[in-house]
C-alpha cells in the first residue's frame, strides 16, 4: 500500500500526447467547443441525456452564464478531475475528459468523455481516454476505472476497448430514448491490467 502515488484529484495536471493535449478549462477560450457539446441532439443521444430526438434549445446568457459557472469551477474539485481535450494541431478545445465519482477505500472511479462533432472520428477521442486512465492508474494509483456505453453507441464502445475496458455486464433496458428501451454495457479496466498493457491492448489493435 505504501509506495502507492497518493491519490488527490485537486492536482489538474496536463497530459500531452500525439494527437491531443488533455489540460485544466479555460473557459473563455474553451466555450465553442462545450457550447458544441451541449447543444448537439446526437452528443445528448449517445450519452444519455435525452430521452428522444430534440431540437437545441435556443442558447442564452442564462445557459452561458451556467456553463461558464460549471466549467470555471471544475478546477477546485478535490475529489474529481474535469480536462479539456485539445487537438494539439489547431490548439482548440475539442471535448472534456472526466475521471469521477471516486471511491477512496476501494480505490476506484468512474469515467466519461464527450467530444463535440468537430473532434469526432479522428482518433482523438481514444487517444484522450489513454491518456486520462493512464494518468489515473499511474499518478492517481486507482486500481478500478468504470464506464457505462449505450448498446447503440459502437465507437464509443470500440474507443473504450481499444485502451483496454472490457465489458463485465449488462444493465438491461438502462434507457428510454424514443419509445424503446436500450441497454448499458459496463465497462471496466483494472490497474494489473493497465501494467501489462498500458492502454494498448493486443486483441483491440
Ligand atoms: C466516443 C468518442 C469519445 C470516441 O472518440 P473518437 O475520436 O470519435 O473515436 P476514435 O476516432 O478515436 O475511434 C473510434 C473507433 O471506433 C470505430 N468506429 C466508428 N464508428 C463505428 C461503428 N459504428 N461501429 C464500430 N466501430 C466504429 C472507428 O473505426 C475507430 O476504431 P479504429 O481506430 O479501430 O478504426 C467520441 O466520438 C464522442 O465523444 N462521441 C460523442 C459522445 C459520446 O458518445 N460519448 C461517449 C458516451 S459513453
Redesign the pocket.
Known amino acids: 500500500m505504501n509506495d502507492l502515488p497518493r491519490t488527490d484529484f485537486s492536482i489538474k495536471p496536463t497530459l500531452v500526447g500525439r494527437k491531443v493535449t488533455l489540460r485544466p478549462f479555460l473557459p473563455d477560450q474553451d466555450a465553442p467547443a462545450l457550447r458544441a ?1 451541449l447543444q ?1 441532439p ?2 445528448g443521444r ?3 441525456s435525452d430521452h428522444g430526438p430534440v431540437e437545441p434549445e435556443p442558447w442564452n446568457d442564462a445557459a452561458e452564464k451556467q456553463m461558464r459557472a460549471w466549467y470555471g469551477t471544475r478546477h477546485e474539485q478535490s475529489d474529481r478531475l474535469d480536462l479539456a481535450v485539445v487537438e494539439r494541431a489547431s490548439g482548440v478545445c475539442v ?1 472534456e475528459a472526466v475521471l469521477n465519482e471516486w471511491d477512496g477505500g476501494n480505490r476506484s472511479c468512474s469515467f ?6 468537430a ?11 489513454r491518456l486520462i486512465v493512464g494518468y489515473g492508474f499511474e499518478r492517481l494509483g486507482l486500481h478500478r476505472i468504470s ?4 448498446a447503440f ?8 476497448e ?1 485502451v483496454g475496458f472490457v465489458a463485465e455486464g449488462v444493465k438491461r433496458d438502462a434507457l428510454r430514448y424514443d419509445g424503446a428501451w436500450v441497454d448499458q454495457i459496463t465497462m471496466s479496466i483494472l490497474g494489473p491490467e493497465w501494467e501489462r498493457h498500458r492502454g494498448r491492448p493486443a486483441v ?2
Open positions: 457539446i448537439d446526437e452528443v449517445l450519452t444519455g471535448g466519461r468523455i464527450a467530444l463535440a462533432p473532434g469526432q472520428d479522428r482518433g482523438l477521442g481514444t487517444e484522450a481516454v464506464l457505462g456505453v449505450f453507441n459502437p465507437r464509443a464502445r470500440r474507443a473504450y481499444k483491440a489493435r
